[in-house]
């Protein structure tokens, strides 16, 4: 039957009509996405789906940050693996990155794939989630809002280098902008509950107290955030209710220069984003 089925595939535009075949998908994969969360997603992105008729076996997509680009959300209906198809929707995404340099946070059945594309391992990402519990933050965090945008987005891109305002107001718009200092974290709902993310700041103090301020808004509700393992708080995202839940392993193909910013990504917006 899988047989049959791929020589029909044929390769689309993902549009706003495939999400919630999509968010089906990634359940069936074991992530957690609602609609509304791919939605969010595909509004940084463009990508392809794959079309069995008119079932959605497949998706890449190629969110746009400048220089720099992040392939997500690369799924392979599970009756349809081992047979290219994840290969062939790899190739769509990449030929739409063109030069610019191409990010992506891999799982473990990715990671053979990845490195046969020729993306290569820069670090490992922690996954911690949990009922979050209120942690009083070491120092001062206040409530921003939309005219902190431009001070937030500068400092997201000194520290990874993506050209994300819009996103980032559009995460503002549904969720809370958080400061501390020269640092700020966005919370926002996800899957059955929140995220914490990003949390970029000059100083890991200030991520610490950011993280401590996001889980306090988020007490008692299911709440998860993303974190470069090398930086080492995962131990504060343990005291503050979220424990180690998996993670996967960053990769990178074409690597621009790194530029030496001031600031640190010390939490993603999320493994589809970076
Ligand atoms: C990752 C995924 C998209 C791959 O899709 P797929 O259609 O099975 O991939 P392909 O059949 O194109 O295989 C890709 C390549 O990886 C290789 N590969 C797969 N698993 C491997 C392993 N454990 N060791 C070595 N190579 C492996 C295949 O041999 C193939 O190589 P080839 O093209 O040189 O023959 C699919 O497994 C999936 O959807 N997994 C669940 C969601 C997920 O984790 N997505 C990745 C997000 S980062």
Redesign the pocket.
């Known amino acids: 039957m899988a047989d049959i089925l791929k020589t029909k595939i044929r390769l689309v535009p993902f549009q706003a009509h495939h999400l919630s075949d999509a968010s089906r998908l990634s359940q069936q994969?074991g992530w957690p996405h609602t609609a509304d969360d791919w939605a969010l997603i595909l509004t940084a992105s463009r990508g392809v789906a794959a079309m069995v008729d008119d079932q959605l076996v497949g998706t890449a997509l190629c969110a746009d940050f400048g220089k720099v680009v992040t392939l997500n959300m690369?799924?392979?209906d599970a009756t349809?693996?081992?047979?290219?198809?994840?290969?062939?929707?790899m190739g769509a995404v990449i030929d739409i990155a063109g030069p610019r340099e191409m990010r992506?946070?891999?799982?473990a059945?990715?990671l053979?794939?990845y490195e046969?594309l020729g993306f290569r391992v820069t670090g490992l990402i922690v996954q911690h989630q949990g009922i979050a519990l209120a942690n009083v933050p070491e120092c001062r965090v206040t409530i921003g809002g939309a005219a902190d945008l431009d001070r937030c987005a500068a400092m997201d891109l000194a520290a990874n280098g993506t050209r994300r305002h819009a996103l980032l107001g559009r995460i503002a718009a549904h969720g809370t902008v958080l400061l501390c200092g020269d640092g700020f974290a966005l919370v926002r709902p996800f899957g059955h509950g929140h995220v914490i993310g990003p949390v970029v700041a000059r100083r890991r103090a200030e991520a610490r107290a950011l993280i401590s301020a996001a889980a306090t808004r988020c007490a008692g509700a299911f709440t998860r955030i993303d974190l470069p393992a090398s930086h080492g708080l995962s131990d504060h995202a343990a005291a503050c209710g979220l424990t180690l839940a998996g993670g996967?392993t960053a990769m990178v193909r074409n690597p621009l220069p790194a530029d030496a910013g001031d600031t640190t990504t010390f939490a993603l917006v999320s493994q589809a984003l970076g």
């Open positions: 994969a690369i799924i392979v349809m693996r081992g047979q290219g198809l994840g290969r062939r929707l992506l946070i891999a799982t059945d990715g053979p794939l046969k996967g």
